[in-house]
């Protein structure tokens, strides 16, 4: 492998600023952002604004939408569209 051609690979701690959930794993993404973690060692933080622990799809919160109801809704309004 050539030097000085890949970016620089380590830990990282991933801040979902939603929920407040942190979880630390591996990225080539940095940050100058620093926290202390659980194991007394210092990490880059990178604030994300969603994450699986807040997003609707992955927490069972989506909202439902009401199909039926716009259906209704459009067909009575272009009920007599077109008809003269």
Do not use: C
């Not at 942190?22 to 969603?50: C, F, H, M, Q």
């Not at 609707?56 to 009401?66: C, E, H, S, V």
């Amino acid at each position: 492998m050539k030097s000085n051609t890949h970016p620089k690979y380590g830990p990282v701690v991933f801040n979902d600023l939603a929920s407040g959930e942190k979880v630390l794993t591996r990225s080539t993404a940095s940050s100058n952002k620093t926290i202390e973690w659980e194991d007394g060692n210092t990490y880059p933080v990178i604030d994300v604004e969603i994450s699986a622990a807040s997003h609707p799809f992955y927490t069972g919160k989506q909202r439902i939408m009401d199909s039926a109801g716009r259906v209704e809704r459009f067909n009575a309004r272009f009920k007599n569209f077109g008809k003269k």
